[in-house]
């Protein structure tokens, strides 16, 4: 059997537990005190049938690449040392390459921090290590430097873990005793999943401040701790996984999942109507979370949600994922109430109603503010809110824009932005979920001066019309 390449879907193993120690950079009375203790199980190693891998030493610093962590993190460089031992079982008695490629970095190597946050690797720039590379012969190694961010606060578990997609992962246990997936699993308050991966909710918290950040005007900060379990599963040689297995038997080897497009896929929806992403800088959840085999872990979602928000949910939605023994179907959403009751999307009467194929257009309201989010009506001016909504009929979620749908005729108006209920700029496109869950919005609109109507232009999917709003007297 070949070995298959990198999916972006995911990477995957099981394997080898050794210890690994690290050195940090800091005066030894200012090392917090998880760096001695890690520091007494240096240097540290871990294998499988293929390859080793060393930690030799460990640094934490308040910048990388220029760059400083996200609020509330620090980073932690490790040097590595990727050695190759192909065993000739393999190339000889199965036909492996003996040539071993390291696909992917950022998605083959995380740390695993305090049992309940995975983080991604970082390449530093003085690392001699690229995201990819190939260890051509048995008995070749690359050594560089890798780096994480981690909270910047006391730590209690440390470990790094590798995955391939053919031979077993490799653990190295850095600091503290690894919890049992299952105990965790079972610690959450509720839990979704389906074949490819689980999600569940262990804390929900509100805040005005979040690591030194006010919340927008009229909102505060949901803070999730969301953690879950890759569950995809694909057929792989036994003896890739262990000498003793007997020659053509073939074994299924739980991988890591990556929960893709999450950034606009995993949403605060508030009242049922109103849907919000994550904050990503605040977020210790990475973008695309890796949802690992071996453990039950992920990282805070943070939110800016409304302060008068009487029902909130939080839903994952699923795209179509890709990748070995995954069909096309899409999965469905998985969803955890963590407020009031779930609701469905308030629809109210509509002023405008547009039926544009799968996609349901409506004008709910208009209003005529003197000041909206920042912006104030000039001096013979007039600025209009218009509120909005869109429904999508299909089976099937999709990203949507809204800013262009609806524009102004006549070269005398212009569309200022569109926004959240909050106010909150609308990152656009967003995502619309199928069957009839619609989302509303606002569009902000600065006219030259005051009309008795407005007239727009409505440009859809497989729709154009002319649109006109009447001020009431």
Not at 238 to 265: F, H, K, N, Q, T
Request: hydrophobic share 40%; with cysteine.
């Amino acid at each position: 059997m070949k070995q298959p390449s990198m999916r972006k879907a995911a990477l995957g193993m099981t394997g080898l537990l050794v210890l690994v120690g690290l050195v940090a950079t800091k005066p030894a009375a200012a090392q917090p005190p998880c760096v001695e203790a890690v520091q007494e199980r240096l240097p540290a190693s871990g294998c499988n049938r293929a390859f080793t891998l060393h930690v030799k030493e460990m640094a934490f610093s308040d910048e990388l690449n220029g760059r400083t962590p996200p609020p509330g993190q620090r980073w932690i460089t490790l040097e590595v040392r990727f050695d190759s031992w192909m065993p000739s079982d393999l190339v000889f008695g199965l036909g492996y390459p003996e040539p071993l490629l390291v696909a992917s970095l950022a998605r083959q190597l995380y740390l695993l921090v305090d049992d309940r946050q995975v983080v991604r690797s970082t390449l530093s720039e003085a690392s001699d290590l690229e995201d990819e590379f190939v260890l051509p012969r048995s008995g070749d190694r690359r050594q560089g430097q890798v780096a994480f961010a981690v909270p910047d606060e006391p730590l209690s578990q440390l470990s790094l873990h590798y995955y391939h997609d053919q031979y077993a992962p490799i653990v190295v246990p850095l600091l503290g005793e690894r919890a049992q997936p299952d105990e965790e699993r079972d610690a959450a308050s509720r839990q979704e999943g389906h074949d490819l991966f689980s999600l569940g909710v262990h804390g929900v918290s509100r805040h005005e401040r979040w690591h030194g950040e006010s919340a927008p005007e009229g909102m505060q900060w949901l803070v999730v701790d969301l953690r879950g379990q890759g569950e995809w599963r694909t057929p792989v040689d036994a003896r890739a996984l262990d000498a003793s297995a007997e020659s053509g038997a073939e074994v299924s080897l739980r991988r890591v999942m990556e929960y893709i497009e999450a950034p606009r896929l995993l949403q605060a929806v508030v009242d049922g109507s109103h849907a919000y992403v994550r904050d990503l800088e605040l977020s210790t959840l990475a973008g695309d979370p890796a949802l690992l085999p071996d453990a039950w872990a992920g990282g805070q979602a943070v939110f800016p949600v409304p302060k008068d928000a009487e029902s909130v949910e939080l839903i994952a939605y699923m795209p179509e994922f890709r990748g070995t023994n995954i069909s096309s179907e899409i999965r469905p959403s998985l969803r955890y109430l963590l407020k009031g009751e779930a609701v469905t999307g308030m629809i109210g009467e509509a002023l405008v109603d547009i039926e544009d194929g799968p996609i349901r257009f409506r004008v709910h309201g208009l209003e005529f503010p003197d000041e909206f989010a920042g912006h104030l009506a000039g001096e013979e001016e007039s600025l209009l809110l218009v509120e909005a909504s869109m429904t999508n009929l299909s089976g099937v979620g999709g990203m949507m824009p809204v800013s262009q749908r609806l524009s102004p005729r006549g070269g005398e108006g212009e569309l200022v932005a569109a926004y959240q209920r909050g106010p909150l700029v609308l990152e656009e496109p967003f995502w619309l979920p199928a069957d009839d869950e619609p989302r509303h919005f606002k569009l902000l609109y600065r006219f030259e001066s005051p009309a008795e109507t407005y007239e727009f232009e409505y440009g859809g999917v497989s729709v154009t019309e002319r649109v006109r709003l009447p001020v009431e007297p």
